[in-house]
Each structure stands twice: as structure tokens, then as C-alpha cells.
């Protein structure tokens, strides 16, 4: 069994920071991809930022220059560093990971979420 498991979200002001963590943990062979996605109300889920194993990293335009992605492979764990917050980035944000467990390789895993909240 395979768990992702977020922490880091809260209430912030506008021009704040945050820091999002999720660890994986369970009977895990190897992880590819992981990221971040948020979804807002009435909103589609969308792409934040995801790192590969080699340390390929993309961001939406959005958050380019605000938010820093980065993982430590030793602990199966992604962060996500947040700064300059804006009430758009208001969101529950999802870890994402690629994981190779068992047989299945490459299965898609997803946290709970995390409420990040900006106020104005």
C-alpha cells in the first residue's frame, strides 16, 4: 500500500510564504515524476509544478519566479516552496507521484490535499 501524505497549508496574507511537504511511503520500488496540482472552486485541477527523478523540473507560468519545486529522493518526499502568495493561488493543492510498487510501474498516486488560502 502506497500513501502520499501532504502538510504545509494555512491561512496567509497576500506577499506571504508557505511550504508544502508530502512524503510517500509504503512498499515503493521507485518514483518517477512528482508534483504538485491545485484546484480551485469551481475550477479545473491544474499544474503547479512537477520534478523528475534527474531533477527535470516544470512550472506553470503562473507561479514561475514564486514558487520553487524541489524533492529529496533518499526520503520520497516533495516540497514546494511558495512565496509573494496571491489570492489566486488560493486553492487545496494535491501531491502527485509516478510510482513503481510491486508489479505496477509508473502508477499514478494522489494525496489528500492541502488548503492554501491567501487573504487580500
Known amino acids: 500500500q502506497v500513501q502520499l501524505v501532504e502538510s504545509g497549508g494555512g491561512l496567509v496574507q497576500a506577499g506571504g510564504s508557505l511550504r508544502l511537504s508530502c512524503a510517500a511511503s509504503g512498499s515503493i520500488f521507485s518514483i518517477n515524476e512528482m508534483g504538485w496540482y491545485r484546484q480551485a472552486p469551481g475550477k479545473q485541477r491544474e499544474l503547479v509544478a512537477t520534478?523528475?527523478?534527474?531533477?527535470?523540473?516544470k512550472y506553470a507560468d503562473s507561479v514561475k519566479g514564486r514558487f520553487t519545486i524541489s524533492r529529496d529522493n533518499a526520503k520520497n518526499t516533495v516540497f514546494l516552496q511558495m512565496n509573494t502568495l496571491k489570492p489566486e493561488d488560493t486553492a487545496v493543492y494535491y501531491c502527485?507521484?509516478?510510482?513503481?510498487?510491486?508489479?505496477?510501474?509508473?502508477?499514478?498516486?494522489w494525496g489528500q490535499g492541502t488548503q492554501v488560502t491567501v487573504s487580500s
Open positions: 502527485n507521484a509516478l510510482i513503481t510498487s510491486g508489479h505496477v510501474y509508473d502508477y499514478d498516486y
Open positions: 520534478i523528475t527523478s534527474g531533477g527535470r523540473i
